[in-house]
């Protein structure tokens, strides 16, 4: 696993593009597939998770709130991407929540 909190990190060891995340923001699911892509290759796996987002209790805005969580899942080479907003339930909550999320969504795409 990579554990990718600054943006350097994210475009240094996943290779996430600077303009992706100028574009979209770092929150995205944009840099979120770019960061599954990432993760597949460098791993060297059939595949990659990525996940960025605003666990809070601070740094939402209006476009981005706390509880927003953006997924990228690199199957075979193949990305999906998907939002979830989890609302304000607390840091260890948005967490939690996310990594369920993870867990399920793999099921269902693995199917």
Known sequence: SFVTYANE?????????????NSFGVVSE?????M?????KRANSEIGVGITGVAGPTGGTAKK???MVCF???????????TKLFGEIGR????????????????????
């Open 36 to 40: 599954a892509q990432g993760v597949a």
């Open 9 to 21: 990190a994210k475009t240094e060891l996943l290779g996430v593009s600077e303009e992706t995340i």
């Open 72 to 82: 990228g899942f690199c199957i075979n080479g193949k990305t999906k991407t998907f």
């Open 65 to 67: 709130p706390v509880g």
């Open 92 to 111: 260890n909550e948005v967490r939690s929540a996310s990594v369920n999320f993870v867990f399920q969504t793999l099921m269902d795409l693995l199917k």
């Open 30 to 34: 944009e840099v979120a597939g770019e």
